[in-house]
């Protein structure tokens, strides 16, 4: 059989079904840029509509990951309206298999919008939308840092529950949607119900929780792009019945791009929180993650150093294992205050990955107790700034 595998990715996208529209994928033209490797690596842009469900983009993943010899799927959500690449059936050198095999090396050339994995997002002028006002929602915080794996979600999460635990009502929505860690982090993961055309967001511990890890298949998120970010979370905001609240927590992905940018113009951010690791690296990314905050206008509320130190379990000695003073330095350089330090502590790990936030968990831990400080010292620093 001479079928290229770009024509039988085409052929499965052409049995899945929009039931928005009842076309399917490839009729609809909502599949674009397909592009396959020799290795079995296949990548296409997925043209979403605001209206269609996001479920279709696992749809389209999954009857493409079913075929023999495909390794790897990535799926490129970009918005209809936004998108200018190639036709849906292009003629010539486009689709072909030829050109296809060169995707990892392909340079950006001219319309074609190749899905290129971590491009850096083009410089957008902000502001583009009018924020709307969400006054149900409290102050709307954002947890955010230059680098991953800092501890932004695991401080965005206890954060909440220390509120929670305050007595304010709690609400926290997962803005990191290439890697949404809340379903797991909060030992949550169903479908959320809808309810008079409101989503009804998902309890744990008592805050009200949404991500789009309820909605999508974890393993291999979607990359998710420019228009579509913002609809996603402006959904969130607006579409969530969230009732009212004091507090809202909102866990960004790393760095200063769409997720950043879409927020700040969905609706008015109270301010920000910048976590970052004492290491030298970590602060120059959360450097650039307040000057982002600055420019849109939004207030930073301060730094969290995380993973500031280690006890060591015999002596009761702190060990500084990424270095010291980095997070003050940091609070220095942009005078900001340190509105808390995280130690290091296997167990903080431990309940993200359980689903038993520390601060609920095990409350007693040293590490549990900085994160419970850390809420107040946010509180205040919120009642100070904006009453
Ligand atoms: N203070 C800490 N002590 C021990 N492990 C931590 C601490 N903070 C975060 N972690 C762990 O580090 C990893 C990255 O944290 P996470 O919150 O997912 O980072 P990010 O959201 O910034 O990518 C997770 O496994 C988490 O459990
Ligand atoms: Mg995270």
């Given at each position: 059989m001479p079928e290229t595998l770009t024509e039988r990715v085409s052929l499965a996208l052409a049995r899945v079904r929009n039931a928005r529209t009842g076309a399917d994928l490839l009729t609809s033209e909502m599949v674009r840029d397909i592009a396959t490797t020799t290795g079995g690596r296949v990548r296409f842009t997925l043209l979403l509509?605001?209206?269609?469900?996001?479920?279709l983009v696992r749809d389209a993943r999954e009857a493409v990951e079913?075929?023999?010899?495909?390794t790897d799927v990535r799926v490129d959500v970009k918005d209809p309206s936004s998108y200018r690449g190639t036709p849906a059936f292009p003629k010539g050198a486009g689709a072909s298999p030829a050109a296809a095999a060169q995707l990892p090396s392909a340079p950006p050339a001219s319309s074609r919008a190749l899905p290129v994995m971590n491009a850096t997002p083009e410089p957008k002028r902000v502001p583009a939308p009018t924020p709307v006002a969400y006054p149900n929602l409290g102050r709307i915080i954002a947890v955010s840092?230059?680098?991953?794996?800092?501890g932004k979600s695991t401080v965005a999460v206890n954060l909440a529950l220390a509120l929670a635990n305050a007595g304010a009502r709690v609400g926290i929505m997962d803005a990191d949607i290439y890697g949404p860690n809340l379903p797991l982090m909060l030992g949550v993961d169903a479908a959320p119900p809808v309810r008079d055309e409101k989503i009804v967001p998902l309890e744990a511990f008592g805050i009200k929780i949404m991500s789009l890890g309820f909605l999508i298949e974890k393993e291999q998120p979607a990359i998710w792009r420019g228009p579509i970010v913002m609809k996603i979370i402006t959904q969130f905001l607006r579409d969530?019945?969230?009732?009212?609240?004091d507090y809202f927590i909102v866990d960004m992905p790393p760095g200063t791009g769409d997720a950043q940018l879409s927020l700040v113009q969905a609706t008015n951010v109270s301010g920000a929180i910048i976590v970052t690791t004492p290491q030298q690296v970590a602060i120059g990314d959360a450097l650039r993650g307040v000057k982002m905050f600055e420019r849109v206008a939004v207030p930073v509320l301060g730094i969290v150093e995380n993973m500031s130190w280690f006890e060591n379990p015999e002596t009761g000695k702190p060990i500084a294992m990424f270095g010291s003073g980095g997070g003050q330095r940091l609070a220095d350089e942009v005078g900001l205050p340190l509105l808390g330090q995280i130690p290091l502590d296997p167990r903080v790990q431990e309940g993200g990955d359980t689903g038993r936030p520390i601060v609920v968990a095990a409350p007693e831990l040293k590490a549990a107790q900085a994160l419970t400080r850390l809420a107040e010292r946010v509180r205040s620093e919120i009642t100070a700034r904006l009453g």
């Amino acid at each position: 059989m001479p079928e290229t595998l770009t024509e039988r990715v085409s052929l499965a996208l052409a049995r899945v079904r929009n039931a928005r529209t009842g076309a399917d994928l490839l009729t609809s033209e909502m599949v674009r840029d397909i592009a396959t490797t020799t290795g079995g690596r296949v990548r296409f842009t997925l043209l979403l509509d605001a209206a269609d469900e996001a479920t279709l983009v696992r749809d389209a993943r999954e009857a493409v990951e079913r075929l023999d010899g495909v390794t790897d799927v990535r799926v490129d959500v970009k918005d209809p309206s936004s998108y200018r690449g190639t036709p849906a059936f292009p003629k010539g050198a486009g689709a072909s298999p030829a050109a296809a095999a060169q995707l990892p090396s392909a340079p950006p050339a001219s319309s074609r919008a190749l899905p290129v994995m971590n491009a850096t997002p083009e410089p957008k002028r902000v502001p583009a939308p009018t924020p709307v006002a969400y006054p149900n929602l409290g102050r709307i915080i954002a947890v955010s840092s230059g680098k991953g794996g800092v501890g932004k979600s695991t401080v965005a999460v206890n954060l909440a529950l220390a509120l929670a635990n305050a007595g304010a009502r709690v609400g926290i929505m997962d803005a990191d949607i290439y890697g949404p860690n809340l379903p797991l982090m909060l030992g949550v993961d169903a479908a959320p119900p809808v309810r008079d055309e409101k989503i009804v967001p998902l309890e744990a511990f008592g805050i009200k929780i949404m991500s789009l890890g309820f909605l999508i298949e974890k393993e291999q998120p979607a990359i998710w792009r420019g228009p579509i970010v913002m609809k996603i979370i402006t959904q969130f905001l607006r579409d969530v019945d969230w009732g009212t609240l004091d507090y809202f927590i909102v866990d960004m992905p790393p760095g200063t791009g769409d997720a950043q940018l879409s927020l700040v113009q969905a609706t008015n951010v109270s301010g920000a929180i910048i976590v970052t690791t004492p290491q030298q690296v970590a602060i120059g990314d959360a450097l650039r993650g307040v000057k982002m905050f600055e420019r849109v206008a939004v207030p930073v509320l301060g730094i969290v150093e995380n993973m500031s130190w280690f006890e060591n379990p015999e002596t009761g000695k702190p060990i500084a294992m990424f270095g010291s003073g980095g997070g003050q330095r940091l609070a220095d350089e942009v005078g900001l205050p340190l509105l808390g330090q995280i130690p290091l502590d296997p167990r903080v790990q431990e309940g993200g990955d359980t689903g038993r936030p520390i601060v609920v968990a095990a409350p007693e831990l040293k590490a549990a107790q900085a994160l419970t400080r850390l809420a107040e010292r946010v509180r205040s620093e919120i009642t100070a700034r904006l009453g």
